[in-house]
Structure formats: structure tokens, C-alpha cells
């Protein structure tokens, strides 16, 4: 954007008819939309997202991560609008799923077009991860739906004191279940 305004200040700016900006404006935002969506161009071509993901495992740059799952906490970052789940594989060791994506697998019981149960967590899943920056790209789902705790009204802050950065895929350690719960449950 800064670029296109120096453009147009470059082409002479106010001497310009005011329409222009806006043509160069919308065009400029139309264009980073393109080259910052990187799969504009594949879904351009026809290439599906799981042929994408196949792709990158073949190559080596994703791999398929398994996780059996001892436990689950779930919440509504209200900041964001994203849900989260903090999942636990080992011993104080968990994972965080964060994104709307996730509501996709919530239950749905107050509209009879959409009604589905919840289908996540499960006891086992896994996911698909790209290895250059560690992205999720794909969720897999188990079959056994399991139970979670699930908190309302959590104040995220005091995960981001416990150095937990709610990123998709976020490995963390040496917090136990019991910590995390503690520090979200809101206190005011």
C-alpha cells in the first residue's frame, strides 16, 4: 500500500483526478489480496487442498503429527473470535488448536437445518504440519468424541503469563492441566 501511494504521489498525487486514487487504491488492495493468498493460484489451476497437502508430504516439507489424547480444555478466546482447545498428550505436555476452523466440529443443537453433535475432541487425531513454519494445515479427526472441560468467560492473559501463545499447533511443556485450568478461570 505504502508503495502505491507513493505512485501516485509520484504521478502527481493531488493534481490528479481523485477517482484515480481510488482505481489505484482498490487496485493495489486487489492485488496483495492475490499474491498474499497463496492458494489463489492453486485452486486457480484446480488443485484441491488435500492434493496440496499430499504434495508437500511427498516432497518432505509436511509432515503427519499422531497425537493420543489424556485430556482437553476448550474455550472462546472473545478477543479473537477463535475457539481453542489445549489438549493433552503426555505428562504436561499439551497442544493448542486454536482458530475458527475448530467450530466447524462444536455441536450445534438450536437450528434444525444445522443440528450436529460435537465431534472434537477425540481420543486420538492428528495433523498435518507444514515444516519450514510449523503451520497446520489439516486437522484429522479420531472417532471416539471425548470429554473436555470447558470454560467460559477466560481471561487469555494469564496464558500469555505462562508463556503460551495460543498458536495453532503450539507445542507446550511443563505446565500441567491443573496450571492452565488455574490461570483461566476468571477471577472478577
Request: proline share 2%; charged share 25%; with cysteine.
Amino acid at each position: 500500500m505504502v508503495v502505491g501511494i507513493w505512485v501516485y504521489i509520484s504521478l502527481g498525487g493531488d493534481e490528479l483526478h481523485p477517482y484515480i486514487g481510488i482505481v489505484v487504491g482498490f487496485g493495489l488492495m486487489f492485488s496483495s489480496v492475490v499474491v498474499c493468498n497463496e492458494g489463489f493460484f492453486r485452486r486457480l489451476k484446480g488443485q484441491t487442498d488435500d492434493e496440496y497437502i499430499r504434495n508437500l508430504i511427498d516432497k518432505g516439507k509436511a509432515e503427519k503429527e499422531n497425537y493420543s489424547v489424556k485430556s482437553a480444555i476448550t474455550f472462546d478466546d472473545l478477543n479473537t473470535g477463535c475457539l481453542c482447545h489445549i489438549i493433552e498428550f503426555e505428562d504436561c505436555k499439551h497442544i493448542c488448536l486454536y482458530g475458527q476452523y475448530l467450530y466447524d466440529y462444536v455441536e450445534i443443537d438450536d437450528d434444525p437445518e444445522l443440528n450436529q453433535n460435537r465431534t472434537f475432541p477425540t481420543s486420538e487425531f492428528c495433523i498435518i504440519r507444514k515444516l519450514n513454519n510449523s503451520q497446520v494445515l489439516k486437522l484429522e479427526i479420531g472417532s471416539t468424541v471425548i470429554e473436555e472441560t470447558k470454560l467460559e468467560n477466560v481471561d487469555v492473559q494469564k496464558l500469555y503469563n505462562l508463556n503460551i501463545k495460543l498458536d495453532d499447533g503450539e507445542i507446550i511443556n511443563n505446565i500441567s492441566s491443573t496450571q492452565i485450568i488455574e490461570a483461566l478461570k476468571n477471577n472478577g
